[in-house]
């Protein structure tokens, strides 16, 4: 296995509007995360991805760009951004912007050139066609909408969008379209960014002739279509390869067997991937299926490509409260599934908050959300007939704003995180929950991060070491070793809110008299246990050790 930085890297993710206001607007800005960068580097960060700050009229949170090369007033200046990378790279850390090129906003004027008439230069710069008899050119949902498909008066036809209307499609398929992202991304790859996180990037080739679905609210026909890799291909030449940069992949409906296609040593794509198979087959923690997951993509990934670990995002609702346990537990699980991510192959992410285990939230009325897809989905089954109070119930679990409420700084009014009036409320257990009490008390999730990724940095086993299931049937238990250069370590993790036995393997009988503790989420002062074979976990123990 080839070494990298980006193999070695612990990814932070900031949400910048919900990260910290400077001036007062209730909106997190660059000015904000400049002064928490030591923040950030004090938990050991290598790298941070900043979502999108272009300037867009944000109906979907800066992801439906209106100019590429400027940044939204809300988030603050080019000067600032400067500054900004400046200071990061001093502090020794890198940083990762959002690319997302999948569409614009509407409000794009490549968009609004290309809707002016059918003959305009541009037309082509995005997908349209002309409607059926009765309605739009196929059946196709949308993520946002029940269709792909928007009516526009002005020329008679319909226009594509993956996403919500005023989510235009580019059409990847007009070779000036794609010279002109590539001058874009030269342009931020030359204010000596170091690499992007490219939105939806396998939605870029659409399935040729766009024929009607069998079963529409699949979807997964919006991506992995025939020519994606000759787009990433020479993205790669034209652009990428000309840099010492981080790429990952934002990889809807991927296969392991698929995933090598994007990142596979020889195949010129992208370093790296996100795929949804965690977060689309586990509305909460499934056991069984999150060990075939890391099954199968370490056996794809064995001797090449690279994978990445998340929980959760700004799309996905708090770790904690999804797959742990944010109640009783709330400690304990928040350390649980970090030395998971952190210990499972591939690049680990931690997303703002996580670190001091921030828990989703249920706001009481439909009208305190902000989320685009839940605000239009709400609409959608309100309009079939449905209760309102049921349809909101429905969808908080899995909103998108679980994620996005504000960071949770200190005790004080909205958390610290402004002092004018938050553009979303913060969760209500900002006193209980918030960076300064964690700084403050020992064994506190922020401390047991610094301590897990303070690993990484010493021990390659934990990056590079083969993985192995050492857990096969067990029910609540995930046990897998890593193993390098004669190295092994043993993950152990309980899973669930009870006490559970684990035995371990008879092949590491020997190995065992020697074990010592790494780390572990609760007090235990002996190796006796493991030494002599059979472990009692705590509820949501996790430990390390070395054999
Ligand atoms: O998300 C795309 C998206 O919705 C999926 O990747 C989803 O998380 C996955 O299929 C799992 O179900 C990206 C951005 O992260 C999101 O915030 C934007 O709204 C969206 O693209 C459109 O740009
Ligand atoms: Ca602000």
Known sequence: MNRAWWKEAVVYQVYWRSFLDANGDGIGDLEGLMLKLDYIKSLGIDVIWLNPIYESPDKDNGYDIADYYRIMAKAGTMEQFKQLLDKVHELGMKLIMDLVVNHTSEQ?????????????PKRDWYIWKPGKPDGPPNNWRSYFEPSTWTYDERTGEYYFHSFAKEQPDLNWENPELREEIYRMMRFWLGQGIDGFRMDVINLLAKLEGFPDAEHPENIDYLGNNPGIHEYLQEMNREVLQHYDIMTVGEIPFVTPEDGLLYVGDNRKELHTLFHFQVADDMPTWDLKRYKEIQESWYEAFRHEGWNSQFLNNHDHTRQVSRYGNDGQYRVQSAKQLATMIHTLPGTPYVFQGEEIGMTGVRFSSIDEYHDIAMKNKYKEEIGKGRAPDEVLHSLQPLSRDNSRTPMQWDSSKHAGFTEGRPWM?????????????????QNSIFAYYQQLIAL???DAVMVYGDYRDQSAGEEHVYAYSRSLDGETWLVILNHSDREQSYRLPASFADRATNAHLIIGNLDRSTSDEVREGTLRLRPYEALIYSL
């Not at 609004?112 to 305009?120: A, G, K, L, M, Y």
């Not at 409320?425 to 008390?441: C, M």
């Open 108 to 120: 794009h004027a490549w968009f609004e050139e290309s809707r002016s008439s059918v003959d305009n």
């Open 456 to 458: 990484r940095k010493t």
């Open 425 to 441: 409320q913060v969760n209500p257990n900002y006193e209980e929950i918030n960076v300064e009490r964690d700084l403050a008390a």
